[in-house]
């Protein structure tokens, strides 16, 4: 019987160096795309999977996510003399949402060590990790999309993204093969090995690990026994590679649209995107952009 994925877990104790100013003292995670933080993207992306106990790693200064979670009374006593019921709703269906747990990562020694702050709370159980600065727009959530495969297979299973040959130094990527059967999907692929940041002359392929994943509990000991990687950091992708030796791990070439909204430019374009995209404000916002002189 294969274990059902019952937690997901939100690495968010990154600096956020790509970003600065705007994260000397607002944590990442919390800059809004239109109204929305990040982390709220990618925690309804989880709850959408099916996915309801939410772990978030944060460090220092990032109490705002905590709050954000959390409920506010004066905001819901203030909105509720007023009458502003949309509002309310809004607010309190933030803090209805989830079931959270916070687990603190002290110094931010890279994802891997952050996941596995996460050990305590996930216990010897299958979980997924979403990194909320990948943000991904899909009819299906991308997190879906590796359960079904999870659930196939038992096996953990990553998100895979082309990237063009002058971006792949920025990823984890794969060197891995298609895997034919399974309803002849074609965007299935089973891992063979894989390598963090590599030269672009020496990536094993243009298929790069993104901010999903499914992890078997194996993933845990690992990342105990391996040295620190690329950037002095406990890298997840080489505790994946440990993982590589003794079972297998697959890859799905996931279906949608993903943004780094943890660069500035892909930050710009998911706000112009979903903004375009919303019921309320995208025609308005259409007509605005068609008339800047471009
Ligand atoms: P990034 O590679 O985007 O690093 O981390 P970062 O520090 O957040 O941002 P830059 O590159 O300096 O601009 C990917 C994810 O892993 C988390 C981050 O919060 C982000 O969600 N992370 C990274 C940690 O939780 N701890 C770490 O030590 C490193």
């Given at each position: 019987m294969i274990t059902k994925v019952r937690k997901a877990v939100f690495p968010a104790a990154g600096l956020g160096t790509r970003f600065l100013p705007a994260t000397k003292a607002q944590?990442?995670?919390?800059?809004?795309l239109v109204d929305k933080p990040l982390i709220q993207y990618g925690v309804e992306e989880a709850m959408h999977s099916g996915v309801q106990n939410i772990i978030i790693v944060t460090g220092r200064g990032k109490s705002a996510i905590e709050d954000h979670f959390d409920v506010s009374f004066e905001l819901e006593q203030l909105l509720e003399s007023r009458n502003k019921k949309d509002l309310l709703a809004t607010v309190r269906a933030v803090s209805d949402m989830i079931n959270v747990a916070y687990v603190r990562q002290k110094e931010a020694l890279g994802l891997g060590h952050a996941v596995l702050r996460a050990r305590e709370l996930v216990g010897a159980e299958p979980f997924a990790v979403i990194l909320s600065d990948d943000v991904i727009d899909s009819d299906t959530p991308c997190l879906r999309q590796l359960l079904d495969v999870y659930e196939f297979y038992g096996a953990s299973v990553v998100a895979l993204l082309e990237v063009p040959k002058e971006n792949i130094s920025a990823y984890g990527v794969v060197d891995a093969e298609r895997v034919g059967h399974n309803g002849g999907r074609d965007r299935l692929y089973r891992i063979r090995n894989m390598v963090e940041k590599p030269k672009a002359n020496e990536a094993p392929s243009n298929l790069a690990i993104i901010g999903r994943y499914v992890l078997t509990p194996e993933i845990f000991e690992s990342l105990e026994s391996i040295e620190p990687g690329s950037g002095g950091e406990l890298q997840l992708t080489d505790g994946l590679k440990h993982v590589l030796r003794s079972r297998p791990i697959y890859g799905y070439r996931f279906e949608g649209t993903r943004y780094d909204a943890g660069d500035k430019l892909g930050f710009l374009r998911a706000t112009v995107e979903f903004a375009l995209k919303r019921y309320d404000l995208g025609e308005e916002f259409r007509s605005y952009l068609k008339a800047l002189p471009l």
């Open positions: 944590p990442k995670e919390m800059l809004p």
